[in-house]
T-cell receptor, first 114, second 113 residues
Framework: SQKIEQNSEALNIQEGKTATLTCNYT??????LQWYRQDPGRGPVFLLL?????KEKRKERLKVTFDTTLKQSLFHITASQPADSATYLC?????????????FGAGTILRVKS | EAQVTQNPRYLITVTGKKLTVTCSQN?????MSWYRQDPGLGLRQIYY???????DKGDVPEGYKVSRKEKRNFPLILESPSPNQTSLYFC????????????FGPGTRLTVT
């Protein structure tokens, strides 16, 4: 079956450390993958998009990698701050064979402690 | 300010009473979609629209209807709501489709008793 998985358990880290979140998928061939941030009671906010031919993308303290062989994307936040605490969602394009949809993972909660 | 608005933000209703959740965007986006978010299941797409008068089913369309008569508006209609439609609903829009960043509305929390 097709699925997209993110760490179901919350990630707790200390301020200043690097947070690494994982997004794994099976039976999809995505042309691109997106990451969003969602705060409690709010809609998701777009962070980064990475295409299948890009290994890595950066934006300020954020870095995303995309490994189509491992079927995995990693999302890194360097020098994390308490304000980075939120739920992070990955979303991928399912590709032509799977209906050309944008499918979201359930998200990983990140808690950064000062 | 570029934004997606939804109304109402909170709604409690009873089984079978028709309701409409409105969605409007001011960014002249062609692509709009509706999602529901349930604990542990993530965002699941209900319907999407590539342009005016063009709509298509997402992953969980049963029990919902949509219309796209104007570019800016994309209402979600529940003809006969049931308790399993209790959820948090999000409208989203994007410039050209799913391959572009999605702009989400603030959400509508619906409870059907």
């Amino acid at each position: 079956s097709q699925k997209i998985e993110q760490n179901s358990e919350a990630l707790n880290i200390q301020e200043g450390k690097t947070a690494t979140l994982t997004c794994n998928y099976t039976n999809y061939s995505p042309a691109y993958l997106q990451w969003y941030r969602q705060d409690p009671g709010r809609g998701p906010v777009f962070l980064l998009l990475i295409r299948e031919n890009e290994k890595e993308k950066r934006k300020e303290r954020l870095k995303v990698t995309f490994d189509t062989t491992l079927k995995q994307s990693l999302f890194h936040i360097t020098a994390s701050q308490p304000a980075d605490s939120a739920t992070y969602l990955c979303a991928l394009d399912t590709g032509f064979r799977s209906g050309n949809k944008l499918v979201f993972g359930a998200g990983t909660i990140l808690r950064v402690k000062s | 300010e570029a934004q997606v608005t939804q109304n109402p933000r909170y709604l409690i209703t009873v089984t079978g009473k028709k309701l409409t959740v409105t969605c409007s965007q001011n960014m002249n986006h062609e692509y709009m979609s509706w999602y529901r978010q349930d604990p542990g299941l993530g965002l699941r797409q209900i319907y999407y629209s590539m342009n005016v008068e063009v709509t298509d089913k997402g992953d969980v369309p049963e029990g919902y209807k949509v219309s796209r008569k104007e570019k800016r508006n994309f209402p979600l209609i529940l003809e006969s709501p049931s308790p399993n439609q209790t959820s948090l609903y999000f409208c989203a829009s994007s410039f050209g489709g799913r391959q572009y960043e999605q702009y989400f509305g603030p959400g509508t929390r619906l409870t059907v008793t």
